[in-house]
């Protein structure tokens, strides 16, 4: 069969690259993404995990050098996990000047200053015994409201250190509050609190475990979202955006497309995106194994965040994927 003339022909558009990538509907650019970064106060060297090839836990040295290769690419920001020598059951390092995630930033501001955004994981984990992301009560169970007072000092230790975004990731009810009440009675009012305002509780952050050394026996399914729920994603979005929250969070990526979508159709404030260590290794094991390409499998992954409407995106592969932009720019670099 022969079309007749004037059929519309939706390949026309498709014909050469140099066509395909002026009608290009989404774009990635190298300050739509932020690298999360590791880094483990008794280490003498990076160690490489297992889990997710190509990621490590940095000394403070090493992670001054990666985060230096980063911003030179034009990754827009770094958002830092601290993994301390000594963990409790209150999580005392993690407001600590001296814990190591304190020490990281300092170090990061002092020699970045302003030329990148530094962020800071908000959050108990990294730092307890036990390894839940809040003050456990007499029965075992997260209290929520003890928890509120760890994260208010945990926001001004870490606004003091040097952090510009502090990321509310412990998913407690009335955090965003606290912690901008927090900061602005320490005078720290141009520190931007960052919600994760629909964290659920998912099998795709198996590999974040290894990465900081997570202590947790258990699950978070009291405190993180389920999976099977999708309008409660929204309800939280509204009570972080009435608390005061200048950004919010869709986490995990890939598996919660539709939530980021109908976050990214309401939100007045910028909405990101993390892809996280699940889904991360997956990419990474299949094409170790031959089975997908990889930078197009990397591509089409962080394209379908940018569609869905995230505004950035938190991916292990930041500065790589940022310096293949560059290159690939006609030009050179954006």
Partial sequence: MTLVPGTVRPRRLRTTPALRRLV????????????PMFVKETLSEPAPLNSMPGVVQHTLDSLLEAANEAVDSGVGGLMLFGIPEHKDNE???????????????????????????????????????????????????????????RYAAMAVAQAKAGAHVVGLSGMMDGQVGACREALDLEGFTDVV?????????????????????????????TYQQDPANGR?????????????????????????LDVLAEVACESPVPVWAYQVSGEYAMIEFAAAAGAIERERAIDESLIAFKRAGADAILTYWATEVAQRLNSDTPGGAH
């Fill in 24 to 35: 290009s509907e989404t774009r990635l650019d190298p300050a739509d993404l932020i690298l």
């Fill in 91 to 149: 999580g005392s390092q993690a407001n600590d000047p001296e814990g190591i995630l304190n020490r990281a930033l300092t170090l990061l501001r002092d020699n970045l200053g302003d030329t990148t955004v530094i962020m800071a994981d908000l959050c108990l984990d990294e730092f307890t015994s036990h390894g839940h992301c809040g003050v456990l009560d007499s029965e075992g169970g997260v209290d929520n409201d003890a928890t509120l007072e």
């Fill in 193 to 221: 609190v960052m919600a994760y305002s629909a964290k659920y509780a998912s099998a795709f952050f198996g590999p974040f475990r290894e990465a900081v050394d997570s202590e947790l026996q258990g699950d978070r399914k």
């Fill in 232 to 256: 409660e994603a929204m309800r939280e979005l509204d009570l972080d955006l009435a608390e005061g929250a200048d950004i919010v969070m869709v986490k995990p990526g890939l598996p919660y």
